[in-house]
């Protein structure tokens, strides 16, 4: 099991910044990659960014590329998203999730793929 545990969601004007937090803990070592994943009001969940543990390759959805930015600090089992450029489309509930090791896939925006998820963090943008 791997336990996840968001952080640093909260209230943005437009054009402001948050960084979100994600710590992992349990059976870390089994950790293959690491996404991010929104939801807002009445919509579906979806794909924000991921990052693949070992390697370090970044994966973005065309709505945030170029404003959000996805990290990992191996050491401390964390991943951040530091977002940039906040606008209120981008208002939702955030959440962390990990995919396996064994899961291997190419396609990091397959929201079944993961199978460990937090709790979520709230994120607002007003205008």
């Known amino acids: 099991q791997v336990q996840l545990v968001e952080s640093g969601g909260g209230l943005v004007q437009a054009g402001g910044s948050l960084r979100l937090s994600c710590a992992a803990s349990?059976?870390?070592?089994?950790?293959?990659?690491m996404g991010w994943f929104r939801q807002a009001p009445g919509k579906e969940r979806e794909f924000v960014a991921a990052?693949?543990?070992?390697?370090?390759?970044?994966y973005w959805s065309d709505s945030v590329k170029g404003r959000f930015a996805i990290s990992k600090d191996s050491a401390k089992n964390t991943a951040h998203l530091e977002m940039n450029n906040l606008k209120p489309e981008d208002t939702a509930v955030y959440y962390c999730a990990a995919r396996p090791s064994t899961y291997r896939s190419t396609t990091y925006n397959y929201l079944p793929g993961y199978e460990y998820w937090g709790q979520g963090t709230q994120v607002t943008v007003s205008s």
């Open positions: 990052i693949n543990w070992s390697g370090g390759s970044t």
């Open positions: 349990g059976r870390t070592f089994s950790v293959g990659a």
